[in-house]
């Protein structure tokens, strides 16, 4: 068996841990176990953040609605680029239009 030498899997551990910091979750505050997120939506819910080895609370939100527009909030609109001038079709309707017939008639 082909073992991995502990230092490449110690930098891969700490790689996919330092890309995990950071991330956001929210618990609903209810009584009984963690449920799903469609579970009482006008709950409170407490905002926790990954900090590589536990979920740390760092605030609360009235409901599901808020907790989504904090964890997903919307993306910038990328702006549609001008208008490009296109060469005109030709004469014609249908997209499969045959070319225009040259001078000798091809």
Known sequence: MNEEPLEEWARRR???????KGRLRAVPLTEGQYRAAHV?????????????AEWEAIGVVENRDAAKA??????????????????ALGPGKGR????????DGR
């Open 70 to 87: 904090l964890l997903y909030p919307p993306q910038p609109v990328k702006e549609k680029p001008a208008e490009w001038d296109r060469p």
């Open 40 to 52: 009482e939506p006008d709950a409170p819910r407490v905002i926790q953040e990954w900090n590589g």
């Open 96 to 103: 499969h239009r045959r070319a225009a017939p040259t001078e």
């Open 14 to 20: 700490e790689e996919r841990r330092a890309a995990s």
